[in-house]
């Protein structure tokens, strides 16, 4: 299989945070840290880190706010197999004023999520972080609410900006494999030229996330996001085994992933935190929404699909 | 939407019969029965027609036995808007003794299962089958097994026979999006020439069977397998109502599908009946075998993965 040029990154601490207001134990992200690093993950992303002008963090754990220090108290010293990442979303992030230099700080990368409508403020934000010596990504989120013609004008401007790669992020889990090989093609077509790279950071509403990711990768997508069993907002992710099991070779392994999923994931599932397929949250997906009123759902055990598939439609 | 020519075929009863030992309550199959004509389903397989001489009626329900006094006993009045087949199974099944021609039953279709082996002796039952009047299909199971050649040789038998369509049957769960188009392609070259058409049926070991069976549609396959809600072997099958959801429109409805999970087959999951996605599957599909080994792990709780990966990576 060719495998020239991907990177995997795992996004379990920063997506799965969703759904656990991100509070996961020191000893469970090490776990994470050490398996990524033996299975060959590229990329690890520590979480977010939000402005706690706008977040108080007695609601969330450390993960939402990352600092350099906490990173580094849980990892020890960094590993040089595995580069680090942090999340930051526009308008969520003090980030001129909190983040340091690359030379000062164990971070590789600082993938920026954006809305469409935001992209000039996101070009801002990736422009200084850059500025700083980082590698940047730009996330595009809730790309099946986009039109051609937004994604398009979005890609030309970040084609000139330093950006690594931008993502196609499917946050709503809307996509079907064809609707990820069409958007895979658009954003080739124009930040190929641009020497930018695509990513796919997929959501399984209805249970497509797997698929889409491959479906992306065939088509030359290098970026591909996973976070171990699929822990992540809502219907979840892109298992990172799955994709792990499909790469399993010379560089990715799969074994220390099921590992973790034995000792630690299932564990963290049975002890009540939620997130996989539903048929909410293929409503959802279905009716190209944001999962809000699955998540409200799946709380209250709300099973009563054809009222919820009403209310979706009447949208 | 094109649905020119789709035919949705419930498999709940064949399929979601080998996790209960076909043992289903009669309300459940006439509620399954009504949502599925509600639904605009095309096609509802009544379980199997196993022999009774290699069977026992001790160990199954009569859904694993099926006879055209058992479909009529529930479903009361033969409805005109769904058309009603039973699977039978090469080797497993007294054909010549225990089909009445088409005119005294409420049947319509027999799906033919057979590995790629038994091509012969499944062309005889066909043949004969159809001489009764029935419609039949030929279901190829397991095919991610066989060589292009040998599904090439199968198709071009197939080809001069009576049947309808010809299924790629991913018993294994093993197939991926993109082999699951070149499957499609490969059995579309060789049988719509002889105005036969493509079947999927899909396993969701690795969680591509909605989209394989996607795939196979956009790609001209006529023939869509579905369980409420997943319900079969393992892992499980292509969900009704995702498909369901997909074609919603003129001629299906998922309403029906939607009240039927949440009334039937969510306390039917709940009362300890196993069937859908878990790791010890993915690593089955990955490896390309009989799901076995997983359903074995999934009855005990087995969750050493690493210990099954490294078992099924020497068979």
Chains 1, 2 share one sequence.
Not at 52 to 79: A, H, P, R, Y
């Amino acid at each position: 299989m060719n495998i020239d040029g991907i990177k995997v990154v795992d996004a379990t601490l920063r997506d799965g945070g969703l759904v656990n207001d991100f509070f996961f134990d020191d000893d469970f992200v090490r776990a994470l840290y050490k398996a990524n690093i033996e299975a060959g993950v590229d990329y690890m992303e520590f979480g977010y880190r939000a402005s706690k002008k706008q977040f108080s963090t007695d609601d969330f754990g450390k993960w939402k706010f990352t600092s350099d220090e906490d990173v580094l108290k849980v990892i020890g010293e960094k590993d040089p197999r595995m580069k680090l990442s942090i999340m930051v979303d526009v308008g969520r992030t003090d980030y001129l004023e909190d983040i340091a230099p690359r030379s000062q700080s164990p971070i590789d990368l600082f993938r920026v999520a954006t809305y469409i409508e935001t992209i000039p403020e996101a070009i801002e934000m990736i422009n200084h972080i850059s500025s700083l010596g980082y590698e940047t990504t730009c996330n595009i989120m809730a790309i099946s609410k986009c039109t051609d013609e937004q994604i398009a004008d979005a890609l030309y401007k970040l084609a000139n900006t330093s950006v690594s790669a931008v993502y196609i992020v499917d946050s709503y889990g809307a996509l079907y494999p064809k609707q990820a090989r069409k958007l895979t093609r658009l954003y080739h077509k124009i930040l190929s030229p641009a020497g930018k790279e695509v990513g796919m950071h997929a959501h399984n509403n209805q249970q497509c996330a797997f698929a889409n990711t491959l479906e992306a990768k065939d088509l030359g997508a290098k970026w591909l996001d996973g976070t171990a069993f699929g822990m992540g907002r809502g219907a979840g992710n892109c298992h990172s085994e799955a994709l792990l099991a499909y790469l399993n070779g010379k560089k990715y392994h799969l074994d220390p992933l099921l590992k973790l999923v034995e000792e630690w994931m299932i564990p963290m599932k049975d002890s009540g935190i939620e997130w996989g397929y539903n048929t909410s949250y293929m409503l959802t997906g279905l009716t190209n929404q944001h999962p809000r009123t699955a998540i409200a759902a799946t709380k209250t055990k709300d099973m009563n699909y054809t009222e919820q598939f009403k209310f979706l439609s009447y949208q």
